[in-house]
Structures are given as structure tokens and as C-alpha cells.
């Protein structure tokens, strides 16, 4: 395997919770070992769960073996679930970059070398993210708007296709300079830890600074019952209505601009669908009727969120920061 070209050095954190996911998580860090660029070291930390902690343990070794990568596990020390579980992590993050994996993905060869790329050729960018592509475990249904891939957390028709700004990263596969995390205090929300780093980091460095590289890819898994009907407007309505508290407690950070696009290109996506219809597409109907239901789902959430803060009543979303160094 090849050493990056550049001086830049990188860590790779995979968070791991359940051990319904082992095979899926041996699957990912085997993915970071066989990158083109080799990582430091690839951090596993574990969510409160003290059996699957030790049988991490147990397969790598709680300070890692001696080859390279190494390979660390860790017990997330904080209260909270995924935000905490990476601020852990960061903790033993000893390089320039730290790349983050989802557990249940599995990087392709060169993902961590195409993201180190554009911190050398843009040394204006501080966070990277790279393409989660779906891989779908059953056939995917045919009302599923490719529009709203954001539900299961992977790379969404309206992304860019190509090198470019962006205000919300995707946490399955997302890079940061690791001084400007611990700039910004880490990860302060568990629900929306990529998007909370993503303004945090725009409002310190600029829009600019925040960008999204499709040709970083991994291959993301998508578990049977994230096709459902259920599970789309029921994400779409929780997820926006957690959002009212996750942009209230960025303070300035905060803004629903990139909601607001969004909303705006599905209209021009229900016209197209609806044009496809009329010309014999039953499924195409059906989109645009799903992403007309998703966005009401999702307005009355964001609405019902936003009731729910002036009455004190919306949940708390922060995890336990990290102090700027």
C-alpha cells in the first residue's frame, strides 16, 4: 500500500453500538486496512456495550496489534450515544485528518486517499465528505424517491456530482482537520453530530470551507426495514423536528438554508415526475406523490419542533463537547 504523497497524516474513527452489526463492522475495518493510503491508526470505539467491547477486544486487541494500521478499541466515556462515541475517539487521534466510517459501510480502496487529496490541492478546506452509496440488501422499491436517499444516510439525487461547497456533510463518510475540531469543541449533538460539525465549521472558516467530494465513496448498507413507507415519513417528520433544537443550540451556526433549497428543488422534482407519469410511468406517480408526503412530514415536524421549544419541551440534543485545546 502506498504513504500519501502530501505530509498530511490521517486517523480513521468507526463508531460501533450493537453486535447485530459484527459482521458489517469486521467488514469496515478490514475496508480502512486495505486503503491505498495508509491510516495511522483506525480507532473502533465501542457505544455502551460492554459485550460487544470485548468482543472487539478480543479480535483486535484493546491497543492494537503490532502492524500497520493499528488497530484501537475504545469504551465511549461519555453519556451520550454517537456524538460522544466520536468525541471519544478524537481524544487518541494523534493525525493532521480524521476520516469517520459508519459501521455498517465499507470503504473503497482509494476513499481515504481522494479525501486527503483535496485538503493539498484546497488548503482552504477543513471538512470533507465523501459519497455514502447504497447498498441495498433487498430490491429497492419503486415509489422511493432517489431524492430522499438522506433518509438511510447516503449520497441523494441534488448532491453534487462533482468537487464542491456544501452545508451538511453525510456522517457515514466525513473527514475534518483534527485542530479544527477540537476548535469548535468536538461533536455537540448526538442526532445531528454531521450536521452540527458542518455549520460549526462553516461559521468559523466560511461556506467555502465545508466540501463534499462524490468520488470518496463507500458502499453504505441499507437495512430492509429503511425502505419501508413507515420508516421514510417517520424520519422525515422526527429528524426535522429534532432539527428545530439542534439549530437553536448551534446559536449563530444555525440556519435552515439548505432545508430551505431542498424544499424548493422537490418542487421542480415533482413537476418532472409528474410529467413522466402522464406518459405511462406508474412509478414515477409515485415519487412524486412520496416526496410531496415526505415534506409535509417533514414541515409538520420541523413546525411541531418549533411549538415544542417555545413551550420547553423539545429534548435536549447536546453530548458532552470537547474542550478547545
Given at each position: 500500500m502506498a504513504r500519501p504523497t502530501s505530509d498530511l497524516s490521517a486517523d480513521v474513527v468507526i463508531c460501533a453500538y450493537t453486535e447485530?452489526?459484527?459482521?458489517?463492522?469486521?467488514?469496515?475495518?478490514?475496508?480502512?486496512?486495505?486503503?491505498?493510503?495508509?491510516p495511522g491508526q483506525i480507532l473502533v470505539?465501542?457505544?455502551?456495550?460492554?459485550?460487544?467491547?470485548?468482543?472487539?477486544?478480543?479480535?483486535w486487541g484493546a491497543t492494537g496489534a503490532a502492524?500497520?494500521?493499528?488497530?484501537?478499541?475504545?469504551?465511549?466515556?461519555?453519556?451520550?450515544?454517537?456524538?460522544?462515541?466520536?468525541?471519544?475517539?478524537?481524544?487518541?487521534?494523534?493525525a493532521d485528518i480524521v476520516a469517520f466510517l459508519d459501521d455498517d459501510a465499507e470503504a473503497t480502496p482509494t476513499w481515504l486517499e481522494t479525501l486527503l487529496r483535496v485538503y493539498v490541492e484546497h488548503p482552504g478546506a477543513v471538512a470533507v465528505g465523501g459519497a455514502p452509496v447504497p447498498n441495498h440488501r433487498i430490491e429497492r422499491p419503486?415509489?422511493?424517491?432517489?431524492?430522499?436517499?438522506?433518509?438511510?444516510?447516503?449520497?441523494?439525487?441534488?448532491?453534487?456530482?462533482?468537487?464542491?461547497?456544501?452545508?451538511?456533510?453525510?456522517?457515514?463518510s466525513m473527514s475534518v482537520r483534527t485542530?479544527?475540531?477540537?476548535?469548535?469543541?468536538?461533536?455537540?449533538?448526538?442526532?445531528?453530530?454531521?450536521?452540527?460539525?458542518?455549520?460549526r465549521v462553516a461559521a468559523d472558516y466560511g461556506a467555502a470551507a465545508v466540501l463534499y467530494e462524490p468520488k470518496a465513496q463507500i458502499s453504505h448498507v441499507v437495512h430492509?426495514?429503511?425502505?419501508?413507507?413507515?420508516?421514510?415519513?417517520r424520519r422525515?417528520?422526527?429528524?426535522?423536528?429534532?432539527?428545530?433544537?439542534?439549530?437553536?443550540?448551534?446559536?449563530?451556526?444555525?440556519?435552515?438554508?439548505?432545508?430551505?433549497q431542498f424544499a424548493r428543488r422537490m418542487a421542480a422534482s415533482v413537476a418532472r415526475k409528474l410529467l413522466r407519469a402522464l406518459r405511462g410511468d406508474t412509478?414515477?406517480?409515485r415519487q412524486a406523490a412520496a416526496i410531496v408526503a415526505g415534506l409535509g412530514a417533514a414541515g409538520v415536524g420541523y413546525l411541531q419542533g418549533r411549538l415544542e421549544l417555545r413551550l420547553g419541551r423539545l429534548p435536549v440534543s447536546l453530548t458532552t463537547g470537547l474542550e478547545p485545546r
Amino acid at each position: 500500500m502506498a504513504r500519501p504523497t502530501s505530509d498530511l497524516s490521517a486517523d480513521v474513527v468507526i463508531c460501533a453500538y450493537t453486535e447485530d452489526r459484527w459482521d458489517m463492522l469486521c467488514r469496515a475495518v478490514a475496508s480502512v486496512q486495505e486503503q491505498s493510503t495508509v491510516p495511522g491508526q483506525i480507532l473502533v470505539c465501542v457505544d455502551h456495550n460492554e459485550r460487544l467491547y470485548e468482543r472487539c477486544v478480543e479480535r483486535w486487541g484493546a491497543t492494537g496489534a503490532a502492524k500497520v494500521p493499528t488497530v484501537r478499541v475504545l469504551r465511549n466515556r461519555f453519556p451520550g450515544r454517537l456524538g460522544s462515541a466520536r468525541n471519544t475517539a478524537v481524544e487518541q487521534v494523534e493525525a493532521d485528518i480524521v476520516a469517520f466510517l459508519d459501521d455498517d459501510a465499507e470503504a473503497t480502496p482509494t476513499w481515504l486517499e481522494t479525501l486527503l487529496r483535496v485538503y493539498v490541492e484546497h488548503p482552504g478546506a477543513v471538512a470533507v465528505g465523501g459519497a455514502p452509496v447504497p447498498n441495498h440488501r433487498i430490491e429497492r422499491p419503486g415509489w422511493f424517491p432517489h431524492e430522499f436517499d438522506w433518509v438511510f444516510g447516503c449520497h441523494y439525487e441534488g448532491l453534487p456530482d462533482q468537487l464542491a461547497p456544501v452545508r451538511h456533510l453525510i456522517g457515514a463518510s466525513m473527514s475534518v482537520r483534527t485542530d479544527a475540531l477540537w476548535s469548535v469543541g468536538g461533536f455537540h449533538s448526538d442526532k445531528h453530530d454531521d450536521m452540527d460539525l458542518s455549520h460549526r465549521v462553516a461559521a468559523d472558516y466560511g461556506a467555502a470551507a465545508v466540501l463534499y467530494e462524490p468520488k470518496a465513496q463507500i458502499s453504505h448498507v441499507v437495512h430492509p426495514e429503511r425502505l419501508t413507507w413507515s420508516y421514510f415519513w417517520r424520519r422525515c417528520y422526527w429528524i426535522n423536528r429534532s432539527k428545530v433544537r439542534a439549530f437553536h443550540d448551534m446559536g449563530g451556526a444555525g440556519n435552515i438554508t439548505a432545508e430551505l433549497q431542498f424544499a424548493r428543488r422537490m418542487a421542480a422534482s415533482v413537476a418532472r415526475k409528474l410529467l413522466r407519469a402522464l406518459r405511462g410511468d406508474t412509478d414515477a406517480f409515485r415519487q412524486a406523490a412520496a416526496i410531496v408526503a415526505g415534506l409535509g412530514a417533514a414541515g409538520v415536524g420541523y413546525l411541531q419542533g418549533r411549538l415544542e421549544l417555545r413551550l420547553g419541551r423539545l429534548p435536549v440534543s447536546l453530548t458532552t463537547g470537547l474542550e478547545p485545546r
